[in-house]
């Protein structure tokens, strides 16, 4: 089975008119630190254009993302200090799930793996998504991240949560619909 392209979302954040864009983001921005997330969103910088149209892709499905340069554009990626690393963890606190956006440079990220930790440790409620320009696996040498489900589309481009060995069977019908349910 394949795996959602880059070009995917980025099609699909193309349909949401920019003003429903920066509404959806003007809801979120500045939220108060105990505000809480259906989804926090991991993911490498480098992979930042695909993650924001994952991010209201989401949104338009009703769900609340956190996603840091949009809830928080303040945080400064260049001066990280230890309010940063708080404020983050107060974040994936108030997360119902983590979703993992697994590309060829997570790898090199420093807090995607500690995010993750946190928030399995909290919720268990994490799950790794591919996010690759060819919707083809990343073989990141991360042996644990095998052990969390994967968000993959169905024949119809609906996200389903698959478990590892049951690729041909979903564990639940709808990754929206169950996040929505927690």
């Given at each position: 089975?394949?795996?959602?392209s880059?070009?995917f979302?980025?099609?699909q954040?193309?349909?949401?008119p920019?003003?429903?864009q ?8 500045d939220s108060?630190?105990?505000a ?13 254009e695909?993650v924001?149209a994952?991010?209201?892709?989401l949104?338009?499905?009703?769900l609340?993302?956190y ?5 928080d ?9 230890k ?7 107060n974040?994936?606190?108030?997360s119902?799930?983590?979703?993992y ?5 997570a ?10 930790g ?7 409620k994490?799950f790794i998504?591919?996010?690759t ?5 990343v073989?990141p040498?991360?042996?644990y991240l ?6 993959k ?7 389903k949560?698959f ?8 564990i639940m019908t709808?990754?929206v ?6």
């Open positions: 089975m394949e795996f959602f880059e070009q979302f980025l099609d954040a193309r349909q949401i920019l003003y429903e920066r509404e959806f983001s003007t809801r979120v921005r108060r630190a105990d809480k997330f259906d989804v926090f969103l991991s993911y490498n910088i480098k992979n930042i695909a924001k994952i991010y209201f892709f949104t338009k499905k009703g609340k993302v996603l840091d340069c949009i809830v554009p303040d945080m400064q990626r260049d001066n990280c200090e309010t940063t690393a708080q404020r983050i963890h974040r994936l606190m108030n119902k799930s983590l979703l956006a697994q590309s060829p440079s790898g090199q990220s420093n807090w995607m793996p500690w995010e993750l946190v928030v399995d440790g909290h919720t268990h994490c998504m591919p996010v320009s060819d919707a083809k696996q073989t040498r991360r042996e095998s052990l969390y489900p994967y968000v589309p169905d024949t119809c481009n609906i996200m949560i478990s590892e060995g049951s690729e041909a069977r979903p709808d990754f619909q169950y996040i929505k349910g927690l």
